[in-house]
């Protein structure tokens, strides 16, 4: 599946392990789109001994004594419990009682409901209270790992160099520009420090600048339910420019004249993105016209315009199939027309040079081809001619062309790599990697001409780097490295990249580091994964992530099926009626690791979020005696429940990802797995479940349903938060700091649960 098709459910971060990437482009990548879908040894636990020297412990796990979590005292607040009101849901065989559906307020100012969520989070600071100290020592580690400064790689883009900065002691950044021949011309083009000052959630969802180089359009969402707000700004200028537009999504494209932009409105119940509208400067919206109405509801569209800056696409994605929908800039009162109409199961992303479209297409090639066709001839795909057509155990995730040469991006038994092709498809060379596993990616290329080939490389222990190759000389070039404050020696880290055999015979591949300086053996583990909609967990660095190695954790990605690690083929392993290839990875992947002394048995602490909640939910209800703690960010876990109400947002999308519940097989294998219909008596590990109440991925009312069955059924004296952040959604606070805050809850959380027995 290409990237570019995603299913609006990932948080950012995907929900990354522990908060969201920064990450700066001119324009939307298509990995950057993924931020919008859901997003993220045997363990026995036998009678207890007496627990290791408390000083021993804080030097095993590097903690100081002003930090220790003291001992936790009994609360003095019992744990909310939530009423239960009987509810039927769906009709004859189908029909389920649901006791806690009345949690479910899309308005979300029901007392009763705000008052349960302000209970449970009363209760969780009542429990982590003694931790506050910790908390704080956490939280300022890894926000003075933050450099007080800093800026991104300049991008050139008609005539300008633009970039993001960081100013000490600011939030959010801001975004600045030079000419190209004279860097003291520094100016800003947006300062969203300046618009979020009166908001307590502000971000920026993307941003296009005209050809004129003079009017910036930015989209603004203050209430963090991804549903944006459109402004227009003139750049050198504070004033506020008349037009506004509500209710859109985040992309848009300018016509060539820059008296037009093009956007997306959203449904305004399920906000699917499902219309394109075309705005003329100066007039209100209400004047907008149509351009283009999506009327599959598993269908949603994006806007970009194409690098050529020759046409405006219309890209219109399913979970399996795509279709581009092409608008010449030149000519914005044109009608759309498709540069190849859809196909089932048939997925193809375009771009344009010259007199013709260079297309990576499945089409009989499950891990990608690439194609080339005269613009003239692109709606016939008898014309499309073979480019590159590899090895099909190579999987051809991205590409880019230029007017000498290509690159794409490839994967082979799970490694990255950047390729060079000459352009009549031959392999020349490959970029040189040195630090192998790692995360790779193109940049922006805006400049077709051009010799040299921006790329990004990123690994567990080596951080974001911005690098150029030298297509002609074969030289590497480091434009700039993430700068990691404080004492950061990556040398004190190792990376291991394992396999392990499932029950199935399938080889599922680890990526893990861990800081060799410190000797405790075996190390308590933090142990991720995501594994839905073809998503790739990559092995990025993390530096929040520092706080857990440095005080002798190992951090584990397990890449389980249903991400493309591997290939398509691992994608289609981990959906549909294959899900539980997911879910049976990640256990079987923990029990590996603990087998193997590569991590304590009785120290493994799971994380997820979003649909990588939902495999946190499965696997508490499924191997709860392997895990020591569980922490289950924006969780989906109310699987058939959501899926069978197409008034939820991206519910209709998703059906070739989960299943149709209308259909008895589908209802009843999604039944069998979904975590809130199978929250049973039994004793579960320490869990902290968090949420946002604004949340238009996965609706705040699935996990404090399941929290509320759970605290219910559930038979242990464990902890059990539920932690609702009243203010955000999905991907929690916008604040490049403030998002750390609940980074230093959960890590909290997992150092307060420790197990020290021997």
Not at 88 to 109: F, M, P, V
Not at 363 to 382: C, F, I, K, T, W
Not at 422 to 435: A, N, V
Not at 532 to 538: A, D, F, I, R, V
Request: aromatic fraction near 12%.
């Amino acid at each position: 599946m290409l990237v570019a098709v995603f299913s609006t459910r990932i948080a950012l971060h995907v929900v990354s392990f522990v908060t969201q990437r920064p990450s700066y482009s001119v324009h939307q990548t298509n990995t950057q789109r993924v931020k919008n879908r859901r997003f993220t040894g045997f363990k026995t636990k036998g009678t207890r001994v007496q627990p290791i020297s408390f000083l021993l412990l804080l030097t095993l796990f590097g903690l100081t004594a002003c930090e220790a979590p003291s001992k936790v005292q009994d609360p003095i607040l019992a744990p909310p419990v939530a009423e239960q009101v009987p509810t039927w849901i769906g009709a004859g065989d189908q029909r389920r009682l649901d006791e806690y559906y009345w949690l479910r307020d899309d308005t979300r100012s029901d007392p009763k409901v705000l008052a349960l969520l302000a209970a449970e989070n009363a209760y969780g600071q009542q429990l982590m209270a003694h931790t506050e100290g910790l908390q704080t020592t956490l939280f300022q580690e890894i926000t003075n790992r933050l450099p007080k400064k800093d800026a991104t790689v300049p991008i050139a883009l008609g005539g300008y160099q633009y970039y993001r900065a960081f100013e000490p002691g600011l939030e959010h950044p801001i975004y600045k520009r030079f000419d190209n021949n004279d860097p003291a011309t520094t100016e800003i083009v947006l300062d969203v420090n300046q618009l979020a000052q009166n908001f307590d959630y502000f971000t920026v969802g993307n941003w296009v600048v005209n050809p004129a180089q003079d009017l910036i359009a930015y989209a603004e969402d203050t209430l963090s339910r991804r549903i944006y707000t459109l402004r227009i700004k003139a750049i050198g200028s504070d004033a506020a420019h008349p037009d506004v537009i509500t209710g859109a999504a985040p992309s848009m494209a300018w016509s060539q004249d820059g008296q037009t932009l093009f956007y997306i409105k959203k449904h305004p119940q399920t906000l699917l993105e499902n219309e394109v509208y075309r705005h003329q400067l100066g007039t209100d919206q209400s004047e907008d016209q149509l351009v283009y109405r999506e009327t599959d509801p598993t269908f949603s569209l994006w806007l970009e315009e194409s690098r050529s800056k020759t046409f405006i696409f219309i890209r219109a994605s399913s979970t399996d199939s795509t279709e581009t929908l092409i608008i010449p800039r030149e000519s914005p009162t044109d009608a759309p027309y498709p540069l190849l109409a859809r196909a089932d199961q048939h997925e193809y992303r375009a771009r344009h040079l010259n007199n013709h479209f260079y297309l990576l297409t499945n089409d009989q090639a499950p891990n990608y081809r690439l194609m080339r066709v005269e613009v003239g001839n692109a709606h016939e795909q008898s014309a499309w001619k073979p480019l590159i057509t590899p090895d099909p155990a190579i999987f051809i995730e991205d590409f880019e062309v230029f007017d000498t040469f290509i690159v794409t991006k490839e994967i082979e038994a799970g490694i990255a790599r950047l390729r060079i092709y000459d352009k009549s498809g031959q392999p020349t060379r490959d970029i040189p990697i040195e630090d192998v596993p790692a995360t790779l990616n193109l940049s922006a290329n805006p400049d077709a001409t051009a010799s040299v080939v921006r790329y990004e490389l990123s690994s567990l222990k080596t951080p974001d780097s911005t690098l150029s190759f030298n297509t002609e000389t074969g030289d590497t070039q480091l434009l700039k490295q993430a700068k990691v404050d404080g004492a950061f020696n990556p040398d004190h880290y190792t990376t291991e990249y394992h396999t392990f055999r499932a029950s199935d015979g399938a080889q599922v591949p680890i990526s893990l580091v861990y800081n060799h300086t410190l000797k405790r053996q075996p190390r308590p583990a933090y142990l991720y994964a995501y594994g839905s909609y073809g998503y790739s967990t990559e092995p990025y660095f993390r530096s929040a992530s520092l706080s857990l190695l440095d005080r002798g954790f190992v951090f584990a990605i397990i890449h389980v099926r249903g991400g493309q690690e591997l290939g398509r083929q691992w994608y289609e392993q981990g959906r549909l009626f294959q899900k539980k290839n997911t879910f049976t990875d990640f256990i079987e992947g923990s029990r590996y690791l603990a087998a193997t002394g590569l991590a304590d048995p009785n120290n493994l602490f799971a994380a997820g979020g979003s649909a990588g909640g939902l495999l946190m939910g499965v696997i508490a209800n499924e191997a709860p005696d392997v895990y020591q703690g569980i922490i289950a960010k924006v969780p989906f876990v109310d699987v058939v429940t959501t899926m069978l109400d197409d008034s939820i947002p991206l519910t209709t999308s998703e059906y070739r990802e989960w299943g149709d519940p209308r259909i008895a097989a589908d209802y009843d294998y999604m039944l069998s797995y979904s975590p809130y219909d199978q929250v049973k008596a039994q004793n579960y590990p320490n869990m902290l479940v968090t949420t946002g109440l604004h949340d238009s991925q996965v609706q705040y009312f699935e996990p404090a349903k399941w929290v509320a069955r759970l605290r219910r059924l559930k038979t242990d004296d464990n902890h059990l938060i539920l932690d609702t952040d009243m203010a955000s959604g999905h991907s929690g606070p916008s604040g490049r700091y403030e998002r750390y805050r609940r980074t230093a809850l959960e890590y909290a959380f997992i150092l307060d649960h420790l197990d020290t027995a021997q």
